[in-house]
C-alpha cells in the first residue's frame, strides 16, 4: 500500500511498511467537510487501516463517520447491540466476547461489509491491542506457480452449518484493482474445488503465509482511540493477553462490493 504521507487537506502520517496511516485531521473537521470526506474514502483502500487517536466519538459520530464510507449496517443476530443505537455492536470482554483468531468480519455471507469503525470504550491496564494484515500484500508476496493455482479456486466459509458461502480464494478489490488473498482462520473450512488432500496441505499454508509479520500493523489502544479499517483487504485480531475489562463499540459498513 502507499506510504505517501500527505493528502491535500487530509492530514495522513504512514505507521508501517505495508499498511496503515494515522488521520490527523480532527474528527469533527472531517464530519463538516465534504472535501475531506472524499478524500478519507479514497485513503482507506490506500492504507487499508485508518486511525483517529483520541478521537473520542459520541455514538452518533460514530455512525456518521461509517457514513462516510458507505451504508452503515445492524450488527449480525448473534452480536450483542448497543442498548440505544442499533447500528452500534458492543464487543464486551465481561460477556466473554474474544476474537483471538486472524479474520476478516462476515466471511460466512455472501456479501461481507466492506469495512468498519472501531472506538475504544474501556482499556485494560495493560495489553488487549488489536493487530492487522495486510492481504494485497500477501499475494503479492506468493509465487508466480501459487499465483497460478489459486486463480479461479474458490472456498467455503462458515459459521455454522447453516450459515456458510463460497468466495474465491483471490479477490479483486472494487476500488484499487488489487488482487488479495481471501482465506482466513475463523470462518474458512476448505477449498472447494481441490481435492481435500490437496486443500488440506494449502489452505493452513495460506493462512500461516497472510499473517507473516512484514504484513502487518499492531495498534495500542488508548481509549477515545478510533480504528478504520477496509474488510476487504485486511484481516485483524484482538489480543487476548490482558486482565480486567476491554470494551469496543462497532459500526460496520458496505461500500462498493466484490464483482466476483
Excluded at 464530519?31 to 474514502?41: F, K, N, S, V
Excluded at 479514497?42 to 452518533?60: D, I, N, Q, W
Amino acid at each position: 500500500m502507499n506510504t505517501t504521507d500527505t493528502t491535500t487537506g487530509l492530514e495522513l502520517r504512514p505507521l508501517s511498511g505495508r499498511l496503515a496511516a494515522e488521520v490527523r485531521t480532527p474528527l469533527s473537521a472531517l464530519l463538516a467537510d465534504e472535501g475531506l470526506q472524499e478524500q478519507l474514502r479514497a485513503a482507506l483502500p490506500e492504507h487499508g487501516v485508518l486511525v483517529m487517536r483520541s478521537a473520542s466519538p459520541t455514538p452518533e459520530q460514530q455512525i456518521a463517520l461509517a457514513s462516510v464510507f458507505g451504508q452503515p449496517e445492524p450488527p449480525q443476530p448473534q452480536n450483542p447491540r448497543h442498548p440505544d443505537h442499533d447500528l452500534i455492536c458492543v464487543f464486551d470482554s465481561a460477556g466473554g466476547y474474544k476474537a483471538d483468531k486472524w479474520h476478516a468480519d462476515e466471511t460466512f455471507v455472501d456479501n461481507p461489509v466492506s469495512g468498519a469503525v472501531l472506538s475504544m470504550q474501556v482499556k485494560p491496564p495493560v495489553g488487549g491491542d488489536t493487530m492487522w494484515t495486510n492481504t494485497e500484500a500477501a499475494y503479492d508476496a506468493l509465487s508466480n506457480g501459487m499465483k497460478t493455482l489459486l486463480a479461479n479456486r474458490r472456498a467455503r466459509h462458515e459459521i455454522n452449518e447453516s450459515v456458510a458461502t463460497v468466495h474465491p480464494v483471490i479477490r479483486t478489490h472494487p476500488v484499487t484493482g488489487r488482487k488479495s488473498i481471501y482465506v482466513n482462520d475463523i470462518f474458512t473450512r476448505g477449498i472447494v474445488n481441490l481435492p481435500p488432500d490437496e486443500s488440506d496441505a494449502i489452505l493452513p499454508f495460506l493462512k500461516r503465509h497472510v499473517h507473516r509479520p512484514d504484513f502487518t500493523y499492531r495498534h495500542t489502544w488508548d481509549e477515545g482511540d478510533v480504528v478504520i479499517w477496509d474488510n476487504r483487504c485486511t484481516q485483524h485480531y484482538a489480543i487476548n493477553d490482558f486482565e480486567g475489562r476491554r470494551v469496543v463499540h462497532r459500526v460496520g459498513f458496505f461500500a462498493e462490493p466484490f464483482a466476483d
